[in-house]
């Protein structure tokens, strides 16, 4: 028997692509657009003289310079998540210990402070260690307040891995190191890719760390480089849309290529 199509279904999916798609839309139109013609055209208007001169001058005026600090900075979080968390979230998970449950709720405690509580520490902090306006005192803090929640996220993954093949492997002789690469590493792809999309998130998209512990225009991210198209005269919306494109395709392709698997992760299925 052949199911009726769901008319309301179909309906409600072109109101979702119409209020998704026509600020995208609007985005990209504009971008290939000269200021001028997009003040005397509006933002719905399809491009009269096509040109990426927006992207041209965006990465001439120093927008390729705060491109590279924010790839630094994203690297290095997730460099320093995937070095610190795997091995965390294994040991959460394997040890019987009281002491490592009351670390691994201390830890927790991350999730429930918001950094905007613990910012003004965190400048005088950053500042008597002499990281102040450098990329690193960027790194750290960022890393820092994305580590709760991805070895949140891992350990619900390893949790899932059945005890018997950890005592198989017992069994053969592996010492936990051993156990940890061989078998936790390659059954926990899911959970890794996950932390690996949020940590990125978090460094790529990163505002107020950037903003309260950097100064000179050599340290600034993407996320401090779109104020400059905005001065006292006004603002040059083409070229902040352009800028907004070019800062948004990296972490857009790690999402791309990564979606499986952080829908997994977040569902805890990593394991299975």
């Not at 979702?16 to 995208?24: E, K, M, N, Y």
């Not at 070895?151 to 950890?166: C, F, N, W």
């Not at 190191?177 to 990163?206: D, E």
């Not at 400059?228 to 800062?247: K, M, N, R, W, Y």
């Amino acid at each position: 028997m052949r199911s009726r199509p769901n008319y309301t279904a179909g309906f409600g999916s072109l109101i979702w692509l119409f209020v998704v798609g026509l600020p995208l839309y609007v985005m990209l139109v504009a971008t290939f657009q000269s200021r001028t013609d997009y003040a005397a055209n509006g933002p719905l208007a399809l491009p009269e003289h096509f040109t990426l001169d927006n992207y041209v001058n965006d990465l001439d005026d120093g927008f390729a310079q705060y491109f590279l600090n924010t790839a630094i900075v994203t690297v290095s979080v997730v460099g320093i998540v995937l070095l610190l968390v795997p091995p965390l979230a294994y040991a959460i998970v394997r040890s019987d210990g009281k002491a490592t449950g009351r670390v691994f709720r201390l830890f927790l405690l991350g999730l429930a402070i918001p950094s905007q509580a613990v910012i003004v520490p965190m400048f005088y902090l950053i500042n008597e260690a002499g990281l102040y306006d450098n990329l690193l005192g960027v790194i750290l803090p960022t890393a820092a307040f994305a580590m709760p929640v991805c070895a949140l996220i891992l350990s619900g993954v390893m949790r899932d891995i059945t005890p018997e093949l950890y005592e198989a492997m017992t069994v053969d002789g592996a010492t936990p190191w051993r156990i940890f690469l061989q078998l936790v590493l390659p059954l926990s792809k899911s959970g890794l890719s996950t932390i690996v999309v949020f940590s990125s998130l978090q460094a790529w998209n990163g505002f107020l760390f950037p903003l309260v512990l950097t100064q000179s225009s050599e340290n600034k991210v993407i996320t401090m480089g779109l104020y400059d198209f905005q001065t006292e005269h006004g603002v040059d919306i083409p070229g902040l849309l352009a800028a907004v494109v070019l800062s948004m395709l990296p972490i857009l392709l790690v999402y791309l290529f990564a979606r499986r698997a952080l829908v997994q992760g977040l569902m805890g299925v990593g394991g299975k």
